[in-house]
């Protein structure tokens, strides 16, 4: 049997379309509690995790991102394909534009941002190619076999939210070289990687980010961008598990 493939995905992105045999689970670990959709998807064993919820309850700074990682890695997850909902700084990149990131910046406070938070566990994890190389050219290619354009790198700026970002602020992001900010992304991708779990991320827009353009940032126009970007990328999330599964790429 195909290992276990994880998919993590936030607004607009509630659940998997076609996932077979689907059992909602909520696990208890020593970091709280996580709620798992576990099925098949074209035959692949797949756990889903919703970070904001089905109903979008639970905002970015108050996911609990140990708990949903820690899920993963007891269900034996080695691989997560995640999907950041974020806002470009890239002229010509606007919604519904798709980037593979490839690092991040992290601008946020207060979150429980480790497994190594005990006395005694001082750990130093390497973030050097934190987001996966090899299950981001898995994003890539199933991105150019299901005919999407993508943008093959990005920073990536995280934010607590839930507060949208002034001009000021993006750019300053923009000169320390960030391309799209989002609200979610951190500590997800470093909690993965302390766990030893692959991680890949691709990050969809939703609008331009504040201050790149005359226009205010439209929380309507936001969910208008995302509704049309569900289907094609769905399309290459559903590849890259194929392609995963499969070894290829």
Request: proline share 4%.
């Amino acid at each position: 049997m195909a290992s276990m493939i994880g998919i993590i995905a936030g607004s607009g992105y509630y659940e998997l379309p076609g996932l077979l045999q689907r059992k909602d689970e909520l696990f208890t670990n020593e970091y709280g509690q996580a709620t798992v959709s576990m099925g098949t998807w074209d035959s692949i064993p797949i756990a889903f995790v919703a970070r904001h919820g089905g109903d979008h309850s639970i905002p970015p700074n108050a996911i609990n991102y140990r708990a949903n990682i820690k899920s993963l890695a007891d269900l034996g997850v080695e691989s997560v394909f995640a999907v950041n909902v974020v806002g470009s700084m890239v002229a010509g990149r606007g919604p519904g534009s798709l980037f593979v990131v490839d690092d991040f910046i992290e601008f946020t406070q207060g979150r429980q941002c480790t497994f190594f938070d005990r006395p005694g566990e001082v750990t130093h994890t390497d973030m050097t190619s934190v987001y996966d190389p090899d299950l981001r050219a898995i994003l890539i290619r199933a991105a150019e076999l299901e005919v999407q354009e993508v943008t093959n790198t990005a920073t990536y700026v995280c934010t607590d939210g839930p507060r949208f970002e002034t001009p000021a602020e993006i750019r300053m992001f923009t000169q320390l070289g960030a391309h799209v900010v989002g609200m979610t992304g951190y500590p997800e991708v470093a909690l993965a990687r302390e766990a030893g779990i692959r991680y890949a991320s691709i990050a969809v827009v939703s609008n331009f980010a504040a201050g790149t353009t005359d226009e205010v940032v439209e929380e309507s126009e936001i969910w208008q961008a995302l509704e049309t970007t569900k289907e094609p990328v769905f399309r290459i999330l559903r590849r890259a598990s194929q392609l995963r599964t499969s070894g290829e790429c």
